[in-house]
């Protein structure tokens, strides 16, 4: 009962997530976090703002509502920023199941903004995942201190 296009939308919004998450724990290492902040941002900008004239209709924002859009941008780009800095200090799999609090906030907000409870199956769902990426940065921990625990001194 779900429409086509919606789910077609957020298959192709998980794959551009996970493919900016990819190139940011590989360019982590050889790029600057600022540089890859403006790229990102030069590219959504231009991409975006190329498709404002099909789709923004009726009146112009108001001062509540662009005072929200810049407080969106700060904190968006805030969090870019410590995203791809986290790539300098941390491996991937330590920083995997911090992202998984998104589920969390998501399942909270949606509660206390909209109303929405998750049902069951959701629930079970997001609790699946969170364990699933725990458990995989628990291994690599484990495995990184065996291997450390083996090296001769």
């Given at each position: 009962g779900l429409d086509p296009l919606g789910v077609s939308f957020a298959l192709c919004g998980a794959g551009v997530i996970a493919v900016y998450q990819l190139l940011s724990r590989v360019l982590a290492s050889t790029e600057s976090t600022v540089a890859m902040l403006f790229h990102t941002a030069?590219?959504?900008?231009?991409?975006?703002?190329?498709?404002?004239?099909?789709?923004?209709?009726?009146?112009?924002?108001?001062?509540?509502?662009?005072?929200?859009?810049?407080?969106?941008?700060?904190?968006?780009?805030?969090?870019?920023?410590?995203f791809t800095a986290a790539h300098r200090h941390a491996p991937a799999s330590m920083l995997a199941p911090m992202l998984?609090?998104?589920?969390?906030?998501?399942?909270?907000?949606?509660?206390l903004v909209f109303g929405h409870v998750s049902d069951a199956i959701s629930i079970l769902g997001m609790c699946v995942v969170s364990a699933s990426g725990a458990a995989v940065?628990?291994?690599?921990?484990?495995?990184?201190r065996a291997l450390a625990d083996a090296a001769p001194s």
């Open positions: 030069l590219l959504g900008s231009v991409l975006f703002g190329l498709t404002v004239p099909w789709f923004w209709h009726g009146p112009p924002p108001s001062g509540l509502q662009m005072l929200l859009f810049v407080g969106m941008g700060v904190f968006g780009g805030l969090g870019h920023f410590l998984y609090l998104q589920l969390m906030w998501a399942g909270v907000l949606g509660w940065a628990l291994k690599s921990h484990l495995s990184r």
